[in-house]
Each structure stands twice: as structure tokens, then as C-alpha cells.
């Protein structure tokens, strides 16, 4: 398993983050399974191309293909760390972690959809699809429905973030029962923040594309722009405060 390779080399290891689980509970080995169904879902096609013209409408879904499979690749791997960090196995964790599975699974398809939709678009393409009938239609037909698919992304893009939010503030409020230093204690406070703060855009996203409709749907989807920014600043201010706190605590040891 790749986990099981990931722990072998402590990759996610950054040495100021102690390891409290070393070993693959049941929850990541049914998690993996969900992932990879996951990933199987987003196939391109589950039939082999019998022309070279399916071939290559088959390859115009890769660019959608390899934008989902990084995003779920990015959720699994906060995942592993987060297991690997406080390894918790409790029912609230046990609970928590079961939405983030069925969210994942629930939004594979919305997550399809809505980068088969912008990388054909960003491609040359006019949004268009052939369906099995050999028919073409167009993905969208409105800025209202631009805007209704806008709102279904964001809301599964907010709730993982809040998953992990409270993944977070679980590991948290056990802080004494795991043992976690000053410096581990900030980070999960910083790991809180940053989970809140995605749930904020993701949230100004919605609000846009709820209540602007078809008029705002392109500034809904603008707004994720706002995270690499969001974090990067984020980052930055906790990088500065927690060389602090190390200078700090450092001489005290």
C-alpha cells in the first residue's frame, strides 16, 4: 500500500511534528478503499477507445482527469498526516472522518463536471459534450446553472474543509491526553485557522453565486483565487510567530 511505503520513508515527516501513530489503523485501510474508488470514478472511460477518434476524445479528459485526481491526492495525504501526527481512533474521529469519505465519494462526479467544463473551455473548447448517441450539447445552457453548479462545488468544498477543521479541534481539545508540546499545540491551532479560513472563501464563493445568480457566477469561481494568496499570507505571519515561539522555548530547554 502507498500509505504503508509513505510511513516506511516518514514522508509528511517534517521533524517538529512527533509521530503518534506508526502503524495503519482500520480507519486509513477503509479509507484507502474509498479513495481509490474514488479515483476509479474518474476514469475517462472504463471502455477502451476502438477508434483513434475515440482515442483522442477520450485524451481531451485527461487535463480534467489530472486537476481531480491531485485535489483528492491532496485530501488524502492531510488525511495520512493527520493520523500520523495524533493517531486518534476514538468514535468522534471514527465519525468525523466517515463524512469526509462520503463527501469525497458524494462530489467525485461535481468535481468531474466542473473541470471537464473549465479545462475545455481554457482549451479552445466551447463547453461541449458528445453524449453516446454521437449528439452534441452544450455542458451548460446559463449563467444560472454556471451559478447552481458554482454553489454544489462550494459546498463540498466547505464542508471537507470544515471535516478537517474539526479533525483539528478534536486533536485539540485532546491536547493534554496526546501530550502535545507548545510547538505542536500551535501548529494544530494554525492547522485550525487555515481549515476556517478555506471554509471562508469557499462560503463567499457560495454567497456570490446564491445570491448574485448568473450575474456573479464568474466571480463565484474567480474567488478560489483568493486561496493561494489567503494562504501564503497566512503562512508567512505563523512562519514569523512560530520562529518566535522556538527561539523562545529553545533556550528555556
Given amino acids: ?46 471502455e477502451v477507445p476502438k477508434t483513434f477518434a475515440e482515442l483522442m476524445h477520450a485524451m481531451r479528459g485527461f487535463g480534467a482527469f489530472a486537476v481531480c485526481f491531485a485535489l483528492l491526492f491532496v485530501v488524502w ?7 500520523r501526527r495524533y493517531g486518534l481512533q ?82 485539540y481539545r485532546k491536547r493534554n491526553q496526546l501530550d502535545l508540546n507548545e510547538l505542536e499545540i500551535f501548529d494544530t491551532r494554525t492547522d485550525i485557522r487555515e481549515s476556517l479560513l478555506n471554509v471562508g472563501i469557499g462560503v463567499v464563493s457560495i454567497s456570490l453565486a446564491a445570491f448574485g445568480g448568473g450575474n456573479y457566477a464568474g466571480l463565484s469561481g474567480i474567488t478560489y483565487m483568493l ?15 512560530r520562529r518566535k515561539l522556538e527561539a523562545a522555548i529553545v533556550p528555556a530547554l
Fill in 77 to 83: 495525504f492531510n488525511q495520512y498526516k493527520f493520523f
Fill in 90 to 171: 476514538d468514535a468522534l474521529t471514527i465519525i468525523i472522518n466517515a463524512v469526509l469519505l462520503f463527501v469525497v465519494l458524494f462530489y467525485v462526479y461535481p468535481l468531474k463536471f466542473v473541470f471537464t467544463f473549465l479545462v475545455d473551455r481554457f482549451t479552445g473548447g466551447h463547453g461541449e459534450v458528445r453524449l453516446p448517441n454521437g449528439t452534441v450539447e452544450s455542458m451548460l445552457d446559463s449563467a444560472d446553472q454556471v451559478a447552481s453548479l458554482m454553489i454544489i462545488f462550494g459546498v463540498g468544498y466547505v464542508v471537507v474543509f470544515a471535516v478537517f477543521a474539526l479533525l483539528y479541534w478534536h486533536a
Fill in 227 to 241: 486561496t493561494p494568496v489567503v494562504m501564503t499570507l497566512h503562512g508567512t505571519l505563523n512562519g514569523r510567530r
Fill in 1 to 46: 500500500m502507498i500509505r504503508e511505503r509513505l510511513i516506511d520513508k516518514r514522508v509528511g515527516d517534517s521533524m517538529k511534528f512527533r509521530w503518534r501513530s506508526h502503524e495503519i489503523s482500520r480507519i486509513e485501510g477503509l479509507s484507502d478503499a474509498v479513495f481509490a474508488f474514488a479515483v476509479t470514478l474518474l476514469v475517462v472511460s472504463l
